[in-house]
């Protein structure tokens, strides 16, 4: 019956605040009345519930209730107040709240409102549950027993310090943090995510034997609250069965499936991994549309006046057309790019002028979402065009998106710039003219009707090796710090004019929001905090500035200092984030032009396969072997791996020379992965990749070494092998550092590298051990190696 209270209590004070003007006189709305006269006619008496351990069992022992006191109680009164409080019942219809009364301990549910069971997909019209033997960790996919019990645990000893210790505090704010789980049982085929709270400050709680007492060895008096109530320790020392509880636990929540399809999205965008990537593009094609009730996703990358259009196709990117720009001229893709908006094309039907939209509309799309993505203008290819790329929605309906989804595209803006912009960097790529000739004969074959054939090369040698900035992603984050506690400084100054102006408790509230971001900025800066701060900012601060413009002098001097900080394309202060964008763009361009200039030479000693990516550095993968090109000798093979080395020292000096003519805190480190087995490469069509390596153990373990070697440590002294200023190489038998120490020699005789060589074992990886690594000093182009002093 508490709960119905609650409910009952908590509506009328929303319809309270709802007045009505007639004939010049104020008066309350007659629901308020009603709730005057009728508020006493509720019971007040709560049933004693004796809570026992956490079960998934519906065989505990029930609350010791009056059996038909819930329901019977709901069913008199609301024959008492039929002709009253009818409105309640399609108040909570209409509602967007979930509500359940909650058996405390075991989470059975007892009562539940119309929200709660039609987003759980429960049958019950009248809410009542008790008779179902539905706990509410059966209906999430990620809120376990174990997990509801913990939380429990936090109420029931916040209520214990109060009711047996007589330690209260006027709020524990623990109390308010929600949890978010998934549903599982939705009734559609998308998974909702709910936000949900458990209020428990209106149960009572007491000891039964007062001689059993967990915490007697702690004196509570002299322990400062956050320390109790925060810690783990105290809450497992509860024992459950010793403690009656009365009255009922309201569990609340709310529908948050689009805020966190959202920040999902967010978040796997802004990983440093490519979007392109088939289990990352998977996830993303799958919440994108989710989110927008999409049929398929489209990319459209612009480059110059070429504009390469991809769809999403099981899971994968596919390039389906190849367009001029001029082509799309009276498009809504170029309107789109022109309004530099999200743009919506309610009916395709109606304007479908160009080739592009012409096969869209045969394809069946009949409504679109567009989302241009746009670089800055000292970023643009060509003066007119910033546009870098679009992503695309399509509908086979008419009218299928809103204003809704316009919001939540904005929402996504930076974070699929960023993921685009990084994809652009390594995946739209041509095919190596090594390895070119093998796609053409394949072609030409299929040409002719002939079944496909797998494009693969045997028996070829492996060369990795990378140029990492160490601690680019700390630097950034000290960049993103920076801005925002800049710009948050900045709001904190018209907040302050607009308060000597006129003192507002609202103006005061808002100051107390910024002082606690600032506090939290400046302990550091989380990955998804540079969208949402600014976004906190656009929210909170900036759709006031139009009365802040009426604040007095101060204040449009603080909001013209604001708008003059965030007067660039990001529309924000962005001065410690250009900086180090500029700095990683210039060390990587350097690396870059470094690397291609000795492929060049390179490619002279014998054509081979070489891919680099450009991310925090550069890395490259050498392919080379008798299937690649056949007049290949063990002669090539050396004289490339020597190549290799002379070519990263070189990327090196190229670093040494911009730490001397740039001041920047960012240092590069040098690696080589060394393997005398050869490995296997084939083409795969369902990914983005040009080449994967084939799944044997030779294989497998090489990758597995690839992608973790230049995070890996020194066995014996737990430091990263990996140094700023040296080139290190990895190896795993004697024979390859009896060619490779050769190499060393060769590279200090020509002044590369010292003569001083480090060497250790590596830290064991996932598995693999017996990796061994050499580390060398090396040396400016000026500076001679020890050897020849």
């Excluded at 301990?105 to 009248?126: K, M, Q, S, V």
């Excluded at 909702?192 to 209020?199: D, P, S, T």
Aim: net charge negative.
């Amino acid at each position: 019956m508490q709960i119905f209270k609650t409910i009952f209590r908590f509506t009328c004070q929303v319809l309270n605040s709802v007045i009505k003007w007639k004939d010049g006189l104020w008066f309350h709305h007659p629901f308020t009345l009603m709730w005057q006269k009728n508020r006493h006619s509720i019971p007040d008496n709560s049933p004693e519930i004796n809570p026992p351990a956490m079960s998934n069992s519906n065989s505990h022992s029930q609350p010791v209730t009056d059996e038909s006191t819930f329901s019977d109680r709901i069913t008199m009164t609301n024959q008492a107040n039929s002709g009253n409080h009818d409105w309640l019942a399609r108040f909570q219809h209409h509602s967007k709240l979930l509500m359940a009364w909650v058996e405390p301990g075991n989470f059975a549910l007892y009562y539940a409102n119309h929200a709660f069971c039609r987003l759980t997909g429960i049958d019950a019209p009248t809410g009542n549950l008790q008779h179902q033997g539905i706990h509410l960790f059966d209906l999430f996919i990620n809120v376990d027993a174990k997990t509801l019990e913990q939380l429990y645990r936090r109420h029931l000893l916040a209520l214990i310090l109060r009711d047996v210790y007589k330690i209260n505090h006027s709020q524990w704010r623990f109390l308010d943090e929600p949890v978010i789980a998934t549903l599982n049982n939705s009734p559609d085929s998308d998974p909702h995510c709910v936000q949900f709270w458990l209020r428990s400050q209106h149960l009572t709680v007491e000891r039964i034997n007062p001689e059993l007492d967990e915490f007697s060895d702690i004196d509570f008096c002299q322990q400062p609250i956050r320390q109790i109530i925060l810690n783990p320790i105290w809450e497992q020392r509860l024992n459950l069965e010793n403690y009656r509880v009365r009255g009922q636990l309201l569990w609340e929540g709310l529908d948050v499936t689009h805020q966190e399809t959202i920040r999902q999205l967010i978040s796997l965008l802004i990983e440093r991994d490519s979007l392109l990537r088939s289990e990352k593009f998977r996830l993303f094609d799958q919440k994108m549309r989710s989110l927008f009730r999409a049929d398929q996703i489209l990319l459209l990358r612009v480059k110059r006046q070429e504009v390469k259009l991809f769809t999403s196709e099981n899971d994968q990117l596919i390039q389906t057309q190849v367009y001029t720009w001029d082509s799309l001229q009276g498009s809504h893709f170029q309107a789109a790019a022109q309004a530099n908006q999200v743009w919506i094309v309610a009916n395709l039907e109606s304007h479908c002028q160009t080739e592009c939209e012409q096969a869209l509309f045969n394809q069946g799309t009949r409504s679109l979402l567009l989302i241009p993505l746009s670089v800055s203008a000292a970023e643009a290819e060509m003066p007119s065009q910033n546009l870098m790329g679009m992503v695309g929605l399509t509908s086979d309906q008419a009218d299928n998106f809103d204003s809704l989804d316009i919001n939540h595209a904005c929402a996504l803006i930076p974070a699929l710039t960023a993921a685009l912009r990084q994809a652009a960097q390594s995946q739209f790529n041509h095919i190596h003219p090594a390895v070119e000739w093998r796609f053409l004969e394949e072609a030409e074959r299929r040409s002719w009707g002939l079944p496909p054939e797998p494009i693969v090369f045997t028996d070829v040698h492996p060369m990795y090796g990378i140029s990492d900035i160490r601690g680019s992603s700390n630097e950034r984050n000290r960049a993103i710090q920076a801005d925002l506690l800049n710009q948050f400084n900045l709001a904190m100054a018209i907040v302050d004019a607009a308060n000597q102006s006129q003192p507002l408790p609202l103006l005061q509230q808002l100051r107390l929001d910024l002082s606690a971001y600032i506090e939290r900025l400046d302990k550091g800066v989380t990955v998804d905090e540079e969208v949402t701060a600014i976004k906190y900012l656009k929210n909170h601060l900036e759709i006031y500035f139009e009365y802040f413009q009426d604040c007095g002098d101060a204040a449009v001097d603080a909001v013209n200092a604001y708008k003059q900080e965030c007067d660039n394309p990001h529309e924000c202060i962005y001065t410690a984030r250009d900086r180090y964008d500029r700095m990683i763009y210039e060390i990587n361009e350097q690396l870059r032009q470094t690397w291609e200039r000795w492929q060049v030479r390179m490619q002279q000693i014998i054509p081979h396969y070489c891919d680099h990516e450009l991310t925090d550095g550069i890395d490259h993968m050498i392919y080379v072997g008798a299937s690649i090109n056949s007049q290949f000798t063990v002669f090539h093979l050396h004289c490339l791996r020597y190549e290799q080395l002379r070519a990263i020292c070189d990327c090196a000096r190229t670093c040494f020379e911009m730490r001397d003519r740039v001041d920047t805190p960012l240092q590069v480190t040098h690696l080589v992965l060394v393997q005398e087995t050869t490995v296997d490469i084939f083409h795969d069509e369902q990914t983005e990749k040009i080449f994967d390596l084939r799944s044997s153990t030779r294989d497998t373990r090489y990758e597995i070494v690839k992608k973790r070697i230049d995070k890996a440590l020194d066995a014996t002294t737990q430091t990263r092998i990996t140094q700023p200023g040296m080139l290190t190489i990895v190896y795993s038998s004697q024979t390859e550092w009896t060619e490779y120490q050769q190499y060393l020699r060769f590279l200090a005789r020509e002044g590369w590298v010292d003569s001083h060589i480090e060497s250790s074992t590596v830290e064991k990886l996932q598995g693999i051990t017996g990796l061994k690594f050499a580390r060398v000093r090396i040396l400016p182009e000026s500076e001679p190696s020890s050897s020849e002093e």
